[in-house]
Antibody, heavy 120, light 111 residues
Framework: EVQLVESGGGLVQPGGSLRLSCAAS????????MSWVRQAPGKGLEWVSA????????YYADSVKGRFTISRDNSKNTLYLQMNSLRAEDTAVYYC?????????????WGQGTLVTVSS | NFMLTQPHSVSESPGKTVTISCTRS????????VQWYQQRPGSAPTTVIY?????PSGVPDRFSGSIDSSSNSASLTISGLKTEDEADYYC??????????FGGGTKLTVL
């Protein structure tokens, strides 16, 4: 059974940093591209970033480019999102999602999400 | 960049059929697959339709998806509505320049 478990969310001040993790199980992690998708309170879904199975290719939404870094440790079956220079508008629940392939930009599997609150 | 436009809300009675539309602003709706995600209050999204009309295992056949090139739109149809179907529904598609484009979401009320 595919399982994705996010962690690392919390309260951080504007300008601060946070690293999210997504622990994966139930599939060969290194074979699949992964994405982060977020949802601000009361708002819709917004894609944030994607990474290929090897980690050699990454992709970012314009809203986070230059501030967020996606990475993965295939030996630990874990996906990461390093978030720097955080802004109030980054406040959201962050979900990790497993893509079928690098070019199939959608997901059958989602984690339960972790809440990031950016506030002073 | 393209956008996906959904109605803000729809409502229908239990046992009836409801259809939620998703219109693509530019580019052909048929050029890239459309997915539909269900999100119940306080929960993570789940996938109810992928690749235009495919149902993941475990999703009842009351859920179906289609695309209509003439209106450049996709549709999610839920038949035999149940109260448990009450949720937000998001369409999603992509192209080579725009990964993971979501519609604004439709709140389905089953009353």
């Amino acid at each position: 059974e595919v399982q994705l478990v996010e962690s690392g969310g919390g309260l951080v001040q504007p300008g601060g940093s946070l690293r999210l993790s997504c622990a994966a199980s139930g599939f060969t992690f290194s074979s699949y591209a992964m994405s982060w998708v977020r949802q601000a309170p009361g708002k819709g879904l917004e894609w944030v970033s994607a990474i290929s199975g090897s980690g050699g290719s990454t992709y970012y939404a314009d809203s986070v480019k230059g501030r967020f870094t996606i990475s993965r440790d295939n030996s630990k079956n874990t996906l990461y999102l390093q978030m720097n220079s955080l802004r109030a508008e980054d406040t959201a629940v962050y979900y990790c999602a497993k893509q079928p392939t690098w070019i199939q930009l959608w997901s059958l599997y989602w984690g339960q999400g972790t809440l990031v609150t950016v506030s002073s | 960049n393209f956008m996906l436009t959904q109605p803000h809300s729809v409502s229908e009675s239990p046992g009836k059929t409801v259809t939620i539309s998703c219109t693509r602003s530019s580019g052909s709706i048929a050029s890239n697959y459309v997915q539909w995600y269900q999100q119940r209050p306080g929960s993570a999204p789940t996938t109810v339709i992928y690749e235009d009309n495919q149902r993941p295992s475990g999703v009842p056949d009351r859920f179906s998806g289609s695309i209509d090139s003439s209106s450049n739109s996709a549709s999610l149809t839920i038949s035999g509505l149940k109260t448990e179907d009450e949720a937000d529904y998001y369409c999603q598609s992509y192209d080579s320049s725009n990964p993971w484009v979501f519609g604004g979401g439709t709140k389905l009320t089953v009353l």
